[in-house]
């Protein structure tokens, strides 16, 4: 299997501009979870799905973070619009069945906003 | 409130010695730990987990100890590598299954 596939890798975008990322999760999971990593606050959870639908977003910053998964295998979290305090390492991240299950995380997308 | 955090912020040890990571949380509701390792440019890679009817776990080179009267976690990684180089993070299981995580240790292995 190839993991999780998260892309771009790293994405640049100036202040006011939407931004989207894009995560596959691993076939067969049920589960799909999108963490934010800064140094100042750590990994945190922002919003986590099961069999595609929206389980727990009380992490989601504010209304301009907003996160969708119409399949199985595909998720995107959007910024709309995007601010510098925005940079950060977006990690997705997959597990069979829940929170209970063993998570298996993404190489990230890290985002610059200018 | 929950929270998870991490007495040595950098840890730097010789090739072949062992190394030894230290967690504290709050929460001593929490049932079950995992201690990941994230290399640089990568995301965070499970290594070991144990649940709160138990003091210790062990795998292959790494075992984990808790303490629940002081509410404490650690990681022992036996003979260090090169490779173990990493930051090393611990994550506590809140309300919901939610993860919540340290802040991270970074080990440095010098050959």
């Known amino acids: 299997d190839a993991g999780v596939i998260q892309s771009p890798r790293h994405e640049v975008t100036e202040m006011g501009q939407e931004v989207t990322l894009r995560c596959k999760p691993i076939s067969g999971h049920n589960s799909l979870f999108w963490y934010r990593q800064t140094m100042m606050r750590g990994l945190e959870l922002l919003i986590y799905?099961?069999?595609?639908?929206?389980?727990?977003d009380s992490g989601m910053p504010e209304d301009r973070f907003s996160a969708k998964m119409p399949n199985a295998s595909f998720s995107t979290l959007k910024i709309q619009p995007s601010e510098p305090r925005d940079s950060a390492v977006y990690f997705c991240a997959s597990s069979l069945e829940g929170p209970l299950s063993e998570q298996y995380f993404g190489p990230g997308t890290r985002l610059t906003v200018t | 409130g929950e929270s998870v955090g991490l007495h040595l912020p950098t840890l730097s040890v010789q090739e072949g010695d062992n190394s030894i990571i230290n967690c504290a949380y709050s929460?001593?509701?929490?049932?079950?730990f995992i201690w990941y390792k994230q290399e640089s440019g990568k995301g965070p890679q499970f290594i070991i987990d144990?649940?709160?009817?138990?003091d210790k776990r062990q795998g292959q080179r790494v075992t984990v100890l808790l303490n629940k009267t002081v509410k404490h976690l650690s990681l022992q990684i036996a003979a260090t590598q090169p490779g173990d180089s990493a930051v090393y993070f611990c994550a506590e299981r809140g309300a919901g299954g939610k993860l919540i995580f340290g802040q991270g240790t970074e080990l440095s292995v010098k050959p």
């Open positions: 799905f099961n069999n595609n639908v929206p389980i727990d």
């Open positions: 929460n001593s509701a929490s049932d079950y």
């Open positions: 144990i649940r709160s009817n138990m």
